[in-house]
Each structure stands twice: as structure tokens, then as C-alpha cells.
């Protein structure tokens, strides 16, 4: 605040965060597997997915045809 004043900023339109939105699909037996590490975590499962998918890709290997 200033003063007396409120000053609200404009909010980012979706997107211009860095972070991108999709759709997956997955077994339901991984799903059951990440609601699970979420519950004695605390983590979202976004939280964990997107913690999942930076490992892998950092990790991954492709292999020569």
C-alpha cells in the first residue's frame, strides 16, 4: 500500500510464467504410486511430476538406431 492507496498490478495472462499446462496420461497404478509419495511428502503432485520429469530429462540417454 501506498498512503491511502491500494495499487494492484495487472496479473501475467497465463503462460508468461515460464511454466507451460498439458494433459498426460498415465496408469493408474503410477497415479496411485504419486498420491501416495504426495501424502508423506506434503507435495503437490505437481509438484512431484514436475520434480519426476526434470530428473529424467536431465538423465536421459538417447540411444543410437
Known amino acids: 500500500m501506498s498512503g491511502n492507496s491500494l495499487v494492484i498490478h495487472p496479473k501475467r495472462p497465463k503462460g508468461e510464467d515460464g511454466y507451460r499446462t498439458f494433459s498426460i496420461r498415465v496408469k493408474e ?18 509438484e512431484l511430476i514436475g520434480q519426476f520429469l526434470e530428473f529424467a530429462v536431465s538423465h536421459c540417454t538417447i540411444a543410437d538406431k
Open 29 to 46: 497404478e503410477l497415479f496411485d504410486k504419486i498420491n501416495d509419495i504426495a501424502a508423506q511428502t506434503g507435495h503437490s503432485r505437481n
